[in-house]
């Protein structure tokens, strides 16, 4: 700290650059910004970096993109000397990783962990930033907090009278709950209970879900990677850069279907042919919507022994690609064990949680020793408890901003968030977003200007089509910006 002598206010610390949140995007903000000798600090809630791979500890977290995809790309010797052990890596190896290029780094002296940041506010020439430990200044402010920052934690009253552990999936403690033997409940079937159930069957007593809104899933062969697999894709980096630029699903994957009825040979081909994030067009374009999930559908009750389970766990509705679609290895197959079962609540929804497990509208009480709850997030708190006020007193709002990450009246803020969250590479994304701060950061530093702000906000999105091109929508537009010399921005 350095106090600044004959301050009034609390004792301030000064950097050109404070980075909020030590994930994907935040831990690359760092390293990228203070290579250009910038003061930078990277300040994260909680007790390690890592983000959702630190918090979202649960068994069966992993990326269903593949792991060298989801690596950072700029440098040769940081992706060659790492190794991923499986196609489709799980969390804490995700998180592995990440410690890894910290260490490569040199990031650690330059984080502040356990210090939450709760505002931040334009004095006119720098943000101020309120933290649990005394204020930041700094010229730039990136808010890098993910999009998981408030786990829907009460789904249905009586969460507290409830006798044994409760956790959710995304704030899943480093030692775990401590399942085993016991009567699990999973309230929800979305992407973290399809990961989930199939890493906690045979370790539990006996497991029941309880499905609302039955998912769309493909399933994901996940083989081991030995040498030759990873000597195979180190040897591809200049490749991989361009194919995760250059794809709307940021992996370099791309299908393109040779007519409606060729759909289910490409299933039985590769099911993730069917992937929507592999599919450009397919959420604008209802005929093959409809013809994508008649296939899916279709493929998914074949892996299911009977029609009562089919019913509970098929969605039927027309719905596919407007949501994401689950990748799954085991998820439906789970429920054909003795001690698996689901419930279905759509129509008998979970009133209240009792002492002794979950109530049902219809009286019928499920009991329990455990729950689980994959119940997701609040998409629209993407403000993660900070207070930003920009030019003029005005309170940031929720919007996804230009890029994705700049407002207008929000002087040197970056809000660096995938909108392409759920439906391709969301770390490929984020880089993009985070080269292009650190371009236009380096550009305005070399033409002697000290601030750069969105003149407008695009009309808000509507997901899913708020990724045109996917990842390389965002990844040209970006690159189209700078190019032209932010023709979107006001640079003073
Ligand atoms: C189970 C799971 C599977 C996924 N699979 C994929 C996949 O296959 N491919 C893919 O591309 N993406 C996937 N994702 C998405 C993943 O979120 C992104 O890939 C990426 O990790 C997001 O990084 P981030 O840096 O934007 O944010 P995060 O990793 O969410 O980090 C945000 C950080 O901000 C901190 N923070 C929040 N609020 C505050 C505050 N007020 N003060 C201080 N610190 C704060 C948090 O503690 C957190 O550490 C998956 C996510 C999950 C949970």
Excluded at 113 to 141: C, E, K, Q, Y
Excluded at 348 to 357: A, E, F, L, T, Y
Excluded at 404 to 412: D, E, K
Excluded at 440 to 464: K, N, R
């Amino acid at each position: 700290m350095r106090p600044r002598i004959g301050h009034p206010g609390p004792v301030e610390d000064e950097h050109d650059v404070v980075v909020v949140g030590a994930g994907v995007a935040g831990l690359y903000a760092l390293h990228l910004l203070r290579r250009r000798g910038l003061r930078v600090t990277c300040v994260d809630v909680a007790p390690e970096l890592g983000g959702v791979w630190h918090h979202q500890r649960f068994p069966g977290a992993r990326i269903d993109t593949e792991g060298p995809a989801y690596q950072y790309l700029f440098s040769e010797e940081l992706y060659r000397d790492w190794g991923w052990s499986e196609r489709f890596p799980a969390g804490y190896e995700v998180l592995r990783w990440l410690r890894f290029v910290a260490d490569r780094l040199g990031l650690h002296r330059d984080l502040r962990l356990s210090t939450p940041v709760t505002g931040a506010r334009w004095d006119g020439g720098r943000w101020r930033v309120r933290t649990g430990h005394g204020i930041l200044s700094a010229r730039f402010l990136l808010r890098c907090t993910g999009a998981f920052t408030a786990p829907r934690t009460d789904p249905v009253p009586g969460r507290s009278d409830f006798a044994g552990p409760v956790v959710h999936t995304g704030a899943w403690p480093a030692r775990g709950p401590g399942l085993d033997g016991l009567r699990v409940g999973v309230l929800g079937c979305g992407p973290s209970a399809v990961q989930l159930v199939p890493a906690l069957v045979g370790r539990v007593g006996r497991l029941t879900v309880l499905a609302r809104t039955p998912r769309y899933v493909l399933p994901a062969a996940n083989p081991m990677y030995g040498w030759p697999e990873r000597a195979a894709y180190r040897d591809r980096l200049p490749a991989m850069r361009e194919a995760v630029r250059t794809t709307p699903s940021g992996t370099g994957h791309s299908f393109v279907h040779k007519g409606l009825h060729s759909l289910g040979s490409a299933y039985d081909g590769d099911p993730l042919a069917l992937h929507p994030a592999r599919l450009p067009g397919l959420a604008a374009d209802p005929e093959l919507r409809a013809a994508v999930g008649a296939v899916v559908r279709d493929r998914m009750r074949a892996r299911l022994a009977d029609g009562r389970l089919a019913a509970a766990l098929v969605p039927d509705g027309d719905d596919y690609g407007l949501r994401p679609v689950a990748t799954d290895q085991g998820w439906l197959e789970s429920f054909h064990r003795d001690d698996v079962e689901v419930v279905p609540v759509g129509r008998n929804p979970v009133v209240r949680i009792r002492r002794d497990g979950v109530e049902l509208a219809d009286g019928t009480v499920v009991g329990l020793d455990a729950m689980v709850l994959a119940t997701g997030f609040d998409p629209s708190a993407t403000r993660a408890g900070i207070e930003v006020v920009g030019r003029g007193g005005r309170p940031l709002g929720t919007g996804a901003g230009l890029l994705g990450m700049v407002h207008p009246g929000f002087p040197n803020l970056f809000t660096p968030l995938a909108p392409t969250l759920g439906y391709g590479n969301d770390a490929a994304c984020l880089q993009a977003q985070v080269e292009w701060v650190d371009r236009a950061v380096g550009d305005l530093d070399a033409d002697g200007l000290s601030t750069i702000e969105a003149v407008t906000a695009p009309a808000e999105p509507v997901p899913p089509y708020a990724v045109p091109g996917g990842v390389a929508g965002v990844a040209r537009a970006c690159d189209d910006e700078a190019a032209a010399g932010y023709p979107s921005f006001e640079r003073r």
